[in-house]
C-alpha cells in the first residue's frame, strides 16, 4: 500500500513539475528551461547526499547502471516532438501505450536485471481493460505516422530510466542515485544546448526574469520524482508502477484544468477510470505473484 500511494504522489508530483518546467520554457525557451532543471536538480540531490550518508552495497556496478539520465534527456525531446506534432491526449496515449508495453516486456523477462513478473493467461483481462482505457485517452486525435514511433518512444524512454536508475539505487544508495541522474542529464542536455547554438547569458538572464519559482520549482521538484522512483520501482512490477504514475498524472492533470480553466475533461477520467480499473483487475487476477528467479 505504501508503493502504490509513492507511486501515485509521484505520478501527481510529475503533472505539477511538468507545468512548472513548461511555464519556464515559455519565458526562456525550451532548452534553457531544460538546462536549469538539470543544474537545480543536480545542487538539490548534492547537498542532501552530503547530509545523508548513504552506505552502499559491496561491489562492481556495470557501467549501464549509470546512464540513466541520458535516457531521461531523450524522454525531454521526443514528448517535445510528440506533443507539438500529435494531439495531446493522442500523444499521452501512445507514451502510455509505450510505457506499458515496455513494462510488462520488463516484467516478463526480468529485463536489465529486474525481477521477473510471470505474465500467465491470468493477467490478459487486466492488461486487456487498461488498454482500453488507452484507447479512450487517444480517441479523436490527430493521427500522424511520423509522430507514432516518437510517441511510443516517450513512454518507453523513461521506462529505461527509471530501471537504470533503480538499479543504481539499490546498489549505491537512492540519492547517489539520483545525483548521477542529474550529472549525465546536465551533460546531454548541456551538449544539445552547445550543438545548438544557445547564447547563455541571454538565457540565464531570461531564466532569472521568470522568477525563483519558475527557475527553481522544476529542478526541485524532480528531484523528490527520481528519488521516489529510484525507491519505489525495484519493489513492485514495472507495469503497476506504470499505471499507477500515469493514474497521478492525469487525474492532477483534470485537477489542473477544472482549477486554473474551469474545464472538466469527462473523457480523460473516464479512459484513467478504465485504466485504473485494469490495473485493479490484473493485481486480482493475478494475486501479485512472487518473484521468479
Known sequence: MMYTMLASLTGILITLMNSVNSRLAAAAGYLAAAVTAHVVGLVAVTVLTLARRELPEPGRVPF?????????????????????????????????????????????????????????????????????????????????????????????LPGVSFILNSELGRLRGVLRSARWNYLTGLAGTTAVAALAGLPAVPAARAVLEAGPLLALGGGLSGVFVVATMNFVFPRIPAFSATILLFSGQALAGVALDWALQGTLDLRKLLGTGIVLAGLALDSRLSRRPAAAC
Open 64 to 156: 549501464r547502471f549509470y546512464l540513466g539520465g541520458i535516457f531521461g534527456v531523450g524522454t525531454i525531446f521526443a514528448c517535445n516532438f510528440a506533443f507539438s506534432t500529435l494531439s495531446a491526449s493522442l500523444a499521452v496515449a501512445l507514451s502510455l501505450l509505450g510505457q506499458a508495453g515496455f513494462s510488462l516486456f520488463t516484467d516478463g523477462t526480468g529485463f536489465l536485471g529486474r525481477r521477473r513478473y510471470p505474465l500467465g493467461p491470468g493477467r490478459l483481462p487486466g492488461i486487456a481493460l487498461a488498454a482500453a482505457g488507452t484507447a479512450v485517452l487517444g480517441w479523436g486525435g490527430e493521427f500522424r505516422w511520423a509522430a507514432v514511433p516518437v510517441a511510443l518512444a516517450a513512454g518507453i
